[in-house]
C-alpha cells in the first residue's frame, strides 16, 4: 500500500495556518464625552474656546493601552489599543464635555484652527494617566486658561481617581471618560468665573482644589 508524502512546504504552510488561527484579535477603545447630569447653566454670552495643547506622558502616549501593576511595572497590551492617539482622543472628549458645560459653546482643539473671536485658550498637561483594570482610571492634569491676547487668566491642578465598574477594559474606558469629564467640570466652572474679554482678569489662583475619588 502506498502511503501519501507531505512536502515540508504543506507541514510548514499548515502550521502558519494554525498559528494565525491563534493570534488573539485586536479590539479598539475610544473616550468619550459624559453628560453632566444636570442642566448647563444658562451663560447671558457663550465663549468661543480653542484647546491649543495637550500633552501626556511619553510612556502612554501609544496606541497600545498600558496597564499599570501592582509591582510598579506596566504592560503594554498588544491586542488592546486605542483607535487613535491618546492625546488627540482626551481633547475631543474635553472639548465636547467642555460644551455641554458651557451651555453648547464652541469648544474647538489642535489641530482646527481657532475661529475669529476665540476668547479663552487651554492647556493641558496630562501627569499621569494611569490604567488598573478592575480597580481605576487616575488622571494628574495641569492646566492653564489664556484670554484672547494670551496672558493666564486662571490655572489649576486636579488629581482624579475613578473607580472602574467592571473588570473589562471597556470599563476601564469608561472610568477614564468619567476622570476627563471631572476634568472638565473644574476647567468649565473656571471659564464661567473668567472676566469677559476687554475687562481686567481676576487675580490668578495658583491652583483649583483637587477632586478625587476614593
Known sequence: MMRPLCSA????????????????????????????????????????????????????????????????????????????????????????????????????????????????????????FESRPGVSATLEAVWQLLDDQGKPVQSGRNLIIEPTQGTDYVALAAAHDRAIAQLADQIAAAIRAAPAPGTSPTPLAASTPVAANP
Not at 73 to 93: D, F
Request: proline fraction near 9%; charge should be neutral; charged fraction near 10%.
Open 9 to 128: 512546504s504543506a507541514v510548514a504552510a499548515l502550521l502558519l495556518l494554525s498559528a494565525c488561527g491563534s493570534v488573539p484579535p485586536d479590539h479598539f477603545y475610544a473616550l468619550n464625552a459624559v453628560d453632566p447630569g444636570v442642566a448647563a447653566p444658562t451663560l447671558a454670552s457663550k465663549p468661543v474656546v480653542a484647546i491649543s495643547s495637550v500633552n501626556v506622558p511619553g510612556t502612554v502616549d501609544r496606541l497600545q493601552l498600558v496597564i499599570s501593576q501592582p509591582d510598579n511595572t506596566i504592560a503594554l497590551l498588544e491586542h488592546q489599543r486605542w483607535v487613535s492617539p491618546l492625546k488627540t482622543q482626551i481633547a475631543s472628549a474635553l472639548a465636547l464635555d467642555l460644551s455641554r458645560r458651557l451651555d453648547n459653546a464652541v469648544v474647538t482643539t489642535w489641530p482646527q484652527v481657532p475661529p475669529a473671536g476665540t476668547a479663552l485658550t487651554i492647556n493641558v498637561g496630562v501627569q499621569r
